[in-house]
């Protein structure tokens, strides 16, 4: 989300009314950005609010873009609150304030590795430098599995425990499965003509973003479509990115659950709490893509620290910062490529050399193999050497100058532009994008679920949406059958009908004021029983911030009362 767009959210949300506040408020705390039915929505019982008022209010709610709907059968919806409203919604309503430890109090477990989008990165190289074949049933050849899973850092023992559900689980590991599933849901590679190739346009845009963007990228997609269908599960992941939190200090994972947060007082018995043991996977993602460092203390606690800070990262506020750093060549012939040389470059760079290593620094080397292999794509020696001296910050050694143009000749013969392979060759310059046109310069690209090998969890990425909001006079039931006074006039009513007013509110979702020991309450009513006749509710006392207590009111335990209805 950017500045921009969270500073629009939180003014949209103050400027929401107190009671579309609370019902919202409600909502998120009790599905985050899960979805729920009619019937959920019926029951909801929200502090001083009578069902109508919920429902008026859930209304609008939906007319601001607050929730939305898909049609789950006839006339039948689900409704859930977008996912670019949960961050705006977790700074307004979860106000943390973790214990941090200091380092020597916490052991490291395991280092952050170098990150997915370098992953994604290397495989992308990987992709274009070789036929990643596909079987008929679109699966990529063992081999290129298995080569995909030795170019990436990331481990299988870095996913396995989110049980993430995908296609053709039985050829792919779980970690080649989430870097091939993001590629395809971002568009960077399709299935062409019985392999995989990287998408040229997508891929000139991808490559013009900075780091820092890409990796704000692929972590909203993960929180999108990787956390289980678990409202608990979705807090906890807003949770940890909180603005409150900054890098580098170690955080108990236990402290950032469930527990902290308050909740619906008539729900609390319903929400399903959320362990350690079933956070712990997603930290374990986190770190093996690079976002965290897992680490326990003296007392066994899991805990972790961001590697970055997580308000920048999901602020987008460096989307902007050019990046213009250069490559330094060695007379060894390897290439050291420092974090701020564009990724335009960095992927000019790995099409013609073989990569030794990714950490701070990026190393490459010049190989006859590898300069062979790019002068079959397209990029002779020349080509390389031209880009070498363009971007080499220090030149190019004259030894390296040499064995080019030696190799050069040994290539020439075999070198044919015509059998060039469709898509980007290494040769061409991947021009940087503004931001008119480029589909990642937003501050969330949304991803097209049905791309990716990843099967939904939640029902709602497969359903039509329903942009059809009912009208708000058709919540309010048609009053001309209710004596006018009962809404109007404030006094005591005979035993009769003051019991029939209390049954009238209870069908209409309704709300009374009654005087009890001389004071003036609000009671919502919840069950009616008849022998004896008694009906529960809520009381409330009005103007006051106090909550409500649930009570049984017998015949003749109140006395003034009116009808209130929105």
């Known amino acids: 989300m950017t500045d921009q767009q969270n500073s629009a959210g939180r003014c949209s949300l103050d400027q929401l009314h107190p009671k579309e506040r609370s019902v919202l408020q409600y909502i998120w705390r009790r599905f985050a950005g899960q979805s729920f039915d009619d019937d959920r929505l019926r029951s909801m019982h929200v502090q001083r609010l009578s069902g109508m008022e919920v429902q008026l209010a859930f209304v609008s709610l939906r007319q601001q873009g607050w929730v939305q709907a898909v049609k789950k059968g006839w006339s039948e919806r689900l409704y859930f609150i977008p996912f670019d409203k949960l961050q705006t919604l977790q700074e307004a309503f979860c106000h943390l304030k973790p214990e941090p430890l200091t380092a020597t109090a ?9 990150g997915i989008t370098v992953d994604l990165f290397n495989v992308l190289v990987y992709i274009a430098k070789h036929h990643a074949a596909m079987t008929g049933k679109g699966v990529l050849h063992k081999k290129h599995i298995q080569r995909l899973g030795s170019v990436a850092e990331l481990t299988p023992s870095d996913v396995e425990g989110l049980l993430l559900r995908y ?9 080649v499965a989430v870097i091939l599933d993001l590629l395809l849901a971002f568009e960077l590679a399709a299935p062409v003509q019985g392999s995989l190739k990287a998408n040229t346009a997508a891929l000139q845009h991808w490559l013009a973003l900075p780091r820092e963007a890409m990796d704000r990228l692929v972590l909203l997609n993960m929180m999108e479509r990787y956390v289980p269908n678990h409202a608990e599960y979705q807090h906890f992941t807003w949770r940890i990115c909180d603005s409150s939190l900054t890098r580098g200090i170690w955080l108990a994972v236990d402290q950032l659950l469930a527990s902290s947060m308050d909740r619906p007082e008539r729900d609390a018995s319903k929400a399903q709490s959320l362990s350690v043991e079933d956070a712990a996977p997603w930290v374990r993602l986190l770190t093996g893509c690079g976002y965290t460092d897992l680490g326990v203390d003296e007392e066994g606690r899991l805990h972790f620290r961001w590697r970055m800070d997580p308000s920048a990262l999901l602020s987008g506020g460096n989307r902007n910062h050019p990046v213009e750093g250069q490559l330094f060549i060695q007379p060894d012939f390897e290439l050291l490529i420092p974090p701020d ?7 000019t760079a790995a099409m013609c050399t073989e990569r030794i290593s990714d950490d701070l620094m990026t190393v490459y080397r010049l190989t006859r193999d590898s300069v062979a292999q790019a002068a079959e794509a397209g990029m002779g020696p020349e080509k ?32 044919n532009p015509e059998n060039l392979p469709a898509g980007t060759t290494p040769g061409e ?24 090998l990843m099967l939904p969890a939640r029902r709602e990425f497969v359903l039509e949406l329903d ?19 009962w809404t109007r006039d404030w006094r005591s009513y005979h035993s009769s009908t003051a019991k029939q007013m209390m049954e009238q509110a209870l069908e209409l979702s309704a709300k009374l004021e009654i005087a009890i020991d001389g004071s003036r309450m609000e009671f919502i009513p919840f069950q009616l029983e008849r022998q004896p006749w008694k009906i529960s509710g809520a009381l409330y006392e009005p103007d006051s911030e106090k909550m409500g207590s649930t009570v049984q009111l017998g015949e003749g335990e109140w006395k003034e009362m009116r009808l209130v209805v929105p």
Not at 395 to 406: S, T
Request: glycine share 6%.
């Open 384 to 415: 390389i050497l031209s880009f070498l001296k363009e971007h080499a910050g220090t030149g190019v050694p004259e030894n390296v100058q040499a064995a080019l143009c030696q190799w050069g000749k040994d290539t020439e013969r075999s070198w």
């Open 429 to 452: 310059r991947v021009e940087a994008c503004d931001g008119s046109d480029n589909r990642y310069h937003a501050a969330r690209y949304v991803c097209n679920p049905a791309c990716g």
């Open 341 to 347: 040389v564009s990724y335009t470059v960095k992927y």
């Open 106 to 114: 916490v052991k490291l477990l395991q280092e952050g590795r170098s």
């Open 167 to 175: 296609a053709h689980d039985e050829a792919y590991p779980p970690h």
């Open 467 to 485: 942009d059809c909001v009912p009208d708000r006079v058709s919540i309010v039931p048609d009053l001309n059958h209710i004596p006018v006074m």
